[in-house]
């Protein structure tokens, strides 16, 4: 079983800049996709970024692109989060996908955290 765990969350002024940290552990050997996704209340999921794990290819949602960046380690994946705006306010979470994108239904994502709170304000 793989085990994620995020961190990293906190809150942040517009424009200011923020890295979370997702720690993978357990059998990891058949990760294929690392993402980042972001739930805000009253609003759908949405996916801002993932990692292909073998040759590091990336996808970043319309709204992130240019301003955070998905990288990865051995045991680990972040999201660098510069120029934050307040619509970037929700909590993120870091999730072993089947397929890897930003707009993957529910049923792909094989693991997920419990999440870590990012809050964008002045």
């Known amino acids: 079983q793989v085990q994620v765990e995020e961190s990293g969350g906190d809150s942040v002024r517009p424009g200011g800049s923020l890295t979370l940290s997702c720690s993978v552990s357990?059998?990891?050997?058949?990760?294929?996709?690392l993402g980042w996704f972001r739930q805000a209340p009253g609003k759908e999921r949405e996916g801002v970024a993932a990692?292909?794990?073998?040759?590091?290819h990336t996808v970043y949602s319309d709204s992130v692109r240019g301003r955070f960046t998905i990288s990865q380690a051995l045991n680990a994946v972040y999201l660098q989060m510069n120029d934050v705006k307040a619509d970037d306010t929700a909590m993120y979470f870091c999730?072993?996908?089947?397929?890897?994108?930003?707009?993957?239904?529910?049923?792909?994502?094989?693991?997920w955290g419990q999440g870590t709170l990012v809050n964008v304000s002045s």
């Open positions: 999730a072993v996908l089947r397929v890897c994108g930003t707009n993957v239904p529910r049923k792909y994502l094989e693991v």
């Open positions: 357990g059998d990891t050997k058949s990760v294929g996709c």
């Open positions: 990692i292909y794990t073998s040759g590091g």
